[in-house]
């Protein structure tokens, strides 16, 4: 019975992680209007679940670190109470945080979790230095780092992309009748009709850039990076984030790994395509507004972070290094919608806390 609710709770941890992280490394081709909503989240579950069975090769650190091995004495990793309280309570925190749209990091829930039950069973004995060192320091420098990497190559790029002359245009669609036409740079030709109106929906206004790339339109060669990049993102988090939690299920050995990754993998993805959206228009929309050069350049600095830190066996944050991205881009086009930042700091702030009374109160509750 013990291991059947290990089982239940990793599955609930998987799923609550699928709902908030999986629309991540997709959010700046909606956020640029590069695609739409569906395609965007279809996208992002293909290339998460690749990255859920590449872990199974790649990711073999990350598995012993999130087993709780060197935080607690190996006697309590074997007692699935333990690993019971850890998956129930980050679990419960990144389900909340997905319920009102708040973008968190399961890693951060996760070491919460570790900490609170960890903490409750052995108290002082617990190895504080290897928190520190091994958990806390990647997930604190690590969106610092996006940030600063996103603001720098997006305006090396912008400089390079004026020096190849491809610039950018407004494109507005004016309808009437249901039919439309697509004028640049704001020049209307002549001959249209009087009673044609401008529409003010951003959804149909949008920034292009005009020029080729060894013969190819630059736009088409930006969205096809662009696409790639968001595949890159998603690919990384399954690869960074399936061995975190399948990590829970080996401390009481209920698993082997290659199960243990499957079930995750597969659960993952359905909470993603099932209850991702709330926080996937925040991250799209509401941080601040970008274009496809913009998007594609956060998901670049994104992906080569996290897939860095997957085959080192850091423990970052997906969310933490994509969201940092973006507030990198955020700067540099100083369209930053202050208020949501705030909230979504303030939601990094409480979620280790959080996690950790809950994983600490379920564990004095079940032992």
Request: with cysteine; hydrophobic share 50%; net charge positive.
């Given at each position: 019975?013990?291991?059947?609710?290990?089982?239940?709770?990793?599955?609930?941890?998987?799923?609550?992680?699928?709902?908030?992280?999986?629309?991540?490394?997709?959010?700046?081709?909606?956020?640029?209007?590069?695609?739409?909503?569906?395609?965007?989240?279809?996208?992002?579950?293909?290339?998460?679940?690749?990255?859920?069975i590449?872990?199974?090769f790649?990711?073999?650190?990350?598995?012993?670190?999130?087993?709780?091995k060197?935080?607690?004495?190996?006697?309590?990793?074997?007692?699935?109470?333990?690993?019971?309280?850890?998956?129930?309570?980050?679990?419960?925190?990144?389900?909340?945080?997905?319920?009102i749209?708040?973008?968190?990091?399961?890693?951060?829930?996760?070491?919460?979790?570790?900490?609170?039950?960890?903490?409750?069973a052995?108290?002082?004995?617990?190895?504080?230095?290897?928190?520190?060192?091994?958990?806390l320091?990647?997930?604190?420098?690590?969106?610092?780092?996006a940030?600063?990497?996103?603001?720098?190559?997006?305006?090396?790029?912008?400089?390079?992309?004026?020096?190849?002359?491809?610039?950018?245009?407004?494109?507005?669609?004016?309808?009437?009748?249901?039919?439309?036409?697509?004028?640049?740079?704001?020049?209307?030709?002549?001959?249209?009709?009087?009673?044609?109106?401008?529409?003010?929906?951003?959804?149909?206004?949008?920034?292009?850039?005009?020029?080729?790339?060894?013969?190819?339109?630059?736009?088409?060669?930006?969205?096809?990076?662009?696409?790639?990049?968001?595949?890159?993102?998603?690919?990384?988090?399954?690869?960074?984030?399936?061995?975190?939690?399948?990590?829970?299920?080996?401390?009481?050995?209920?698993?082997?790994?290659?199960?243990?990754?499957?079930?995750?993998?597969?659960?993952?993805?359905?909470?993603?395509?099932?209850?991702?959206?709330?926080v996937?228009?925040?991250?799209?929309?509401?941080?601040?507004?970008?274009?496809h050069?913009q998007?594609?350049?956060?998901?670049?600095?994104?992906?080569?972070?996290?897939?860095?830190?997957?085959?080192?066996?850091l423990?970052?944050s997906?969310?933490?290094?994509?969201?940092?991205?973006?507030?990198?881009?955020?700067?540099?086009?100083?369209?930053?919608?202050?208020?949501?930042?705030?909230?979504?700091?303030?939601?990094?702030?409480?979620?280790?806390?959080?996690a950790?009374?809950?994983?600490?109160?379920?564990?004095?509750?079940?032992?």
């Amino acid at each position: 019975m013990i291991l059947i609710t290990l089982v239940i709770a990793v599955l609930f941890l998987s799923y609550s992680n699928g709902a908030n992280d999986n629309f991540k490394g997709v959010a700046t081709l909606f956020g640029s209007k590069t695609t739409s909503y569906k395609k965007a989240i279809s996208w992002a579950s293909v290339t998460t679940f690749a990255g859920a069975i590449a872990a199974l090769f790649l990711a073999q650190t990350l598995v012993k670190n999130f087993s709780g091995k060197g935080l607690v004495p190996d006697e309590l990793i074997l007692n699935p109470i333990f690993a019971i309280s850890i998956a129930l309570g980050a679990a419960l925190t990144v389900f909340i945080a997905t319920k009102i749209g708040m973008p968190i990091s399961t890693t951060h829930a996760l070491v919460g979790g570790l900490f609170g039950s960890g903490v409750m069973a052995i108290g002082t004995a617990f190895n504080f230095a290897k928190l520190g060192n091994t958990f806390l320091m990647p997930l604190f420098v690590s969106p610092i780092l996006a940030a600063s990497l996103s603001l720098i190559v997006y305006l090396i790029f912008r400089k390079t992309r004026k020096k190849l002359g491809i610039n950018k245009e407004t494109c507005i669609c004016i309808s009437e009748n249901e039919t439309a036409i697509q004028t640049n740079n704001l020049s209307i030709t002549s001959g249209i009709s009087n009673n044609i109106e401008f529409s003010r929906c951003e959804k149909i206004t949008t920034e292009v850039y005009a020029g080729t790339i060894l013969g190819i339109t630059a736009q088409k060669v930006l969205d096809t990076l662009h696409f790639l990049s968001a595949g890159v993102v998603s690919f990384a988090r399954g690869l960074n984030d399936t061995p975190k939690i399948v990590g829970l299920l080996l401390v009481a050995n209920a698993f082997n790994v290659q199960l243990g990754m499957f079930l995750v993998a597969i659960v993952m993805l359905i909470g993603g395509l099932l209850n991702a959206k709330k926080v996937g228009v925040l991250m799209s929309k509401k941080i601040t507004p970008m274009n496809h050069g913009q998007g594609f350049t956060a998901n670049m600095i994104t992906g080569l972070l996290v897939t860095t830190a997957s085959i080192h066996g850091l423990p970052v944050s997906t969310t933490h290094v994509s969201v940092g991205s973006i507030f990198g881009i955020a700067t540099a086009s100083k369209k930053a919608d202050k208020k949501v930042i705030y909230k979504i700091l303030w939601s990094w702030c409480l979620t280790l806390p959080i996690a950790a009374f809950l994983s600490a109160g379920i564990y004095y509750i079940l032992n």
